[in-house]
């Protein structure tokens, strides 16, 4: 893919996105929120709720539920990179100590 013309290139300084995130709460705020709310039945948290219907669908060999649930208690595995087969430039800048 050709890179775009340089008129057409922010210019140092300048952002993409000048005005910021729009007004409003994100879709994960929003969950979260829901998450905290108490569900009447059971006296439970919705979050503990949804935490309870995922072990139980690993536990029923639901592939997808097995992987969320292992990579949110053990955490998600390394995926190792082959850095001999790439050709990438890094530049490293150490910060001006201000102290």
Do not use: C, W
């Not at 007004?23 to 998450?35: A, D, F, T």
């Not at 969320?68 to 150490?94: C, F, H, M, W």
């Amino acid at each position: 893919m050709p890179y775009p013309d340089k008129e057409h290139l922010f210019k140092p300084g300048q952002s993409g996105n000048p005005k910021g995130r729009p007004p409003g709460k994100s879709v994960s705020y929003h969950l979260k929120e829901i998450q905290e709310e108490i569900d009447a039945d059971t006296g439970k948290t919705e979050g503990r709720l949804l935490a309870e219907k995922l072990q139980k669908m690993a536990k029923r060999g639901h592939s997808k539920a097995i992987d969320v649930v292992v990579d949110r208690t053990e955490g998600k595995l390394t995926q190792p990179v082959n850095l001999e087969e790439a050709s990438i430039n890094v530049t490293y800048t150490k910060e001006k100590d201000e102290s």
